[in-house]
DNA sequence: CTGTTATTGTTATATTATAACAATGTAATA
DNA sequence: TATTACATTGTTATAATATAACAATAACAG
């Protein structure tokens, strides 16, 4: 499920390379900044990019950053439950891959039983490097 | 520690009045329309009050709506530990008060070990009346 | 080729959030 | 009281994030 597609159009694999290239999040506007070279010159050309490459779990959103990570996590064949540590002093941020927590997750049900079929999980804390 | 402080200012408590009297997680540019009859004319007045209601944990910030709800888990003594459930169909957003849960996820730690201060968790799905 | 759909290019604008600085209020204390 | 320190407020301007709308082009199945 983590590749709904097999082709991705000229311009999502422009976005792509570059959030790819990062080893951190990368905002909208500096990604834009960085294809602007390639000929997309402006917002909704990397907007479009960036929402279909969510939806194929290419990349992921980190919602509390407003910036976009590339999944490496090769098991993540759940591209709608995700995980991610985030240090509140460098900003560094990794996505986890524990499939004890993903299960532990995409079976949790609220009181009335409720059960949910995606998930965002945001950690926040020191790493290593800053403590 | 839900609570680190005993009084909230006069554009505190105006804000969190108007957020408390909503059900659901309002935007702050519809806050800020909200309160401009009680004085409150410009965004930072607005967003200085949401910054201070959500560090004392009497609101709670919607990070993948950009939307502030009132916090009414009393059982909430960690304001750092979140967790809310979000219809996708209808907006309509409860946050869960599960101690099995939060318990779970305030001991987690990732593969080096890391363990983390603070957490923000949405789930996504249908709600039981969307069904 | 023809109709259909996805993608692209483009301009403008909407939405969310902060910088910067002056003014005022509040409270402890010299 | 006068002095200081600090939090809060008011205000203007602007930064940062994201989408609407529509025309043009490409991709592709029938
Ligand atoms: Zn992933
Ligand atoms: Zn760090
Ligand atoms: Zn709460
Ligand atoms: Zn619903």
Redesign the interface.
């Known amino acids: 499920m983590a590749q709904k597609k097999e082709y991705l159009s000229k311009n999502q694999k422009i976005v792509l390379d570059i959030i790819e290239k990062s080893s951190q999040p990368m905002k909208a506007y500096s990604i834009l900044f960085n294809v602007q070279k390639k000929g997309l010159k402006a917002p909704p050309q990397v907007y479009r990019a960036l929402d279909k490459l969510v939806e194929i779990g290419k990349i992921h959103k980190i919602?509390?950053r407003n910036a976009f990570i590339a999944c490496r996590n090769s098991a993540c064949t759940i591209t709608?439950a995700t995980a991610f540590?985030i240090c509140?002093s460098c900003e560094d941020v990794?996505e986890?891959s524990?499939s004890k927590?993903s299960k532990?997750?995409s079976n949790?049900q609220?009181?009335?039983g409720?059960?949910?079929?995606?998930?965002?999980?945001?950690?926040?804390?020191?790493?290593?490097k800053c403590k």
Chains 1, 2 share one sequence.
């Open positions: 919602e509390s709608n540590s509140e990794k986890i524990s927590l532990y997750l949790f609220d009181k009335e409720m059960k949910y079929n995606k998930y965002n999980l945001e950690f926040f804390g020191i790493c290593k």
